[in-house]
């Protein structure tokens, strides 16, 4: 087997997965004001930003080669419904038509994050009801304000709307809403499988959105469920999704490679904040090679058999493979 391994050019010749900057999908956090860039305290290096600077952002992003960014928002102000979610003058919304009018746009696949969690006061990702064991989110009327902000999203200059929210029937209810704005050639990218993960901790300080009370077990799924995660597929398919994204990614790489054997749809696959974060405490540390330890972590979700990443390290893997 050394024969193959005696250099690098052999090594590349025989080389069975790539890993290219067009693979990955850089995620912005948009926020009110002008000129803010304010970094999230576990995500070092990840800003939450307003809408002049995320313009600045998505240009840089361009100029390295990345493949598209997946927007997420942090409104004025919350309320129970997460109206702020398809506010035709919502953060995310403005943020899209600015970036979609810079010249980034062109090179760039903007995808928005369809969910209200960001949006509601209460943190969860759709509407609340009381019940007599406490209170619950409620399925089908989450459905149409979900619909509703995709179809908002789009409107506004979204190439592809990203479901995340793990409400049943969401795909089916997004596309009508779709096809009926007139953005029949809009795509759906749906969260298909989202497992309840302690690895989104740091992700809901960039986004603010940690739940006030209660956990996401009722909607995410189990960890444990693999057969159920491709039951969650193959739903998402029938209702109409384009592309399929796996998240966590790094603790389910086994989940990634069933669905590839599976199913013959473009996948993504999300590193998650506690992913990225774990990976910036150890180099911090100066415990683990940080270019190698990013490359290496892209390139295994890459194997598992997903087409592209979303990641927090776009632009310095970006950078390394330049
Ligand atoms: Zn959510």
């Avoid at 050394?2 to 890993?19: I, K, Q």
């Amino acid at each position: 087997m050394r024969r193959l391994r005696r250099s690098e050019s052999m090594r590349a010749l025989v080389r069975e997965t790539t890993l290219e900057p067009g693979d990955l999908i850089y995620p912005l956090f948009l926020c009110p004001g002008e000129g803010v860039r304010r970094e999230v305290g576990s995500m070092p290096g990840v800003f939450q930003l307003s809408i002049d600077e995320a313009v600045r952002e998505a240009e840089g992003a361009a100029a390295l080669g990345i493949g598209g960014l997946l927007f997420f928002g942090l409104p004025e102000s919350k309320d129970e419904e997460g109206t702020g979610a398809w506010d035709q003058n919502g953060i995310v919304q403005q943020g899209l038509r600015a970036i979609k009018n810079s010249t980034a746009a062109k090179k760039l696949v903007l995808i928005a994050d369809v969910c209200l969690c960001e949006y509601t006061s209460h943190g969860h990702c759709g509407i609340i009801a009381e019940t007599a064991e406490g209170w619950t989110v409620k399925n089908d009327p989450t459905l149409d304000l979900l619909a509703k902000t995709g179809a908002s999203l789009a409107l506004a200059g979204a190439d592809v709307i990203a479901p995340s929210d793990m409400m049943d029937g969401r795909v089916g209810a997004i596309r009508t809403a779709l096809d009926i704005a007139g953005c029949e050639d809009t795509p759906i990218l749906s969260y298909a499988s989202k497992f309840a993960s302690a690895f989104y901790g740091p992700f809901r300080e960039a986004a603010d959105s940690a739940p006030q009370f209660g956990d996401r077990k009722s909607y995410q799924m189990d960890g444990a469920n693999i057969r159920e995660a491709m039951r969650e597929i193959d739903l998402d398919l029938g209702e109409g999704t384009d592309m399929i994204l796996m998240k966590p990614a790094m603790p389910y790489l086994d989940v990634i490679r069933a669905a590839r054997e599976r199913v013959d749809v473009p996948i993504g696959a999300y590193q998650v904040s506690g992913e990225y974060s774990m990976l910036q405490a150890a180099f911090a540390k100066g415990w683990l090679d940080r270019d190698r330890a990013i490359l290496e972590s892209l390139l295994g979700i890459r194997r598992a058999g997903a087409d592209f990443a979303v990641t927090y390290f776009a632009k310095d893997a970006a950078k390394l493979l330049a």
